[in-house]
């Protein structure tokens, strides 16, 4: 599996890295960082959920990621990094590499539900991935995001209307 990875520091460097997992057939992890195979062996275990501890080399590490604002986060050790992952086989990834973020997009309803709170008005600019409309199915209130950057156009749903699955409730633009 090869996934692209772009690293930024608090001081707003980035590093882009190419990062090849596979396994071999007597089960050993190899890890290849922009075509180079990684010295002195590699390993990973998830001992716990948004942890990972990797050892390259004969150096240990604990990763751990934080979901928690609108990027995702990884520190390792004292330090605190943004990181964007792709992995270029993804629906989404081969989507946007082919412009299909280009034009208006509709953000629809997964699942029946009833519209609790609508947290981006129509005319506010959205980043991706931002919430713009929060439905309820099954007592469990789920966030709609932006699939691009872009403004919302219009919010088709109004606050304690009942959705059905693949309903269109907002369009970014």
């Not at 009833?114 to 199915?137: C, D, H, L, N, Y």
């Not at 691009?148 to 970014?172: F, H, P, R, S, W």
């Amino acid at each position: 599996m090869t996934y692209e990875i772009t690293i930024t520091a608090k001081d707003g460097a980035a590093q882009s890295y190419s990062v090849e997992l596979s396994r071999s057939k007597d089960g050993v992890l190899r890890c290849r960082v922009n075509g180079e195979e990684v010295k002195g062996g590699f390993d990973a275990q998830n001992p716990e959920r948004e942890i990972i501890s990797m050892l390259v080399g004969n150096q240990s590490y604990e990763v751990k990621r934080d979901l928690s604002g609108a990027e995702l986060q990884v520190i390792v050790g004292e330090e605190r990094f943004t990181a964007d992952v792709r992995d270029p086989r993804s629906l989404k990834a081969r989507r946007a590499k082919a412009g299909a973020s280009e034009g208006p997009k509709k953000i629809t309803a997964p699942m029946p539900g009833k519209v609790v709170r609508i947290i981006s008005p129509e005319g506010t600019p959205v980043e991706a991935g931002q919430g713009v409309i929060v439905i309820e199915a099954m007592k469990m209130q789920n966030e709609l995001k932006s699939p691009k950057k872009g403004v919302v156009k219009k919010i088709m749903a109004a606050v304690g209307a009942t959705v059905n699955a693949g309903d269109a409730l907002a369009v970014v633009e």
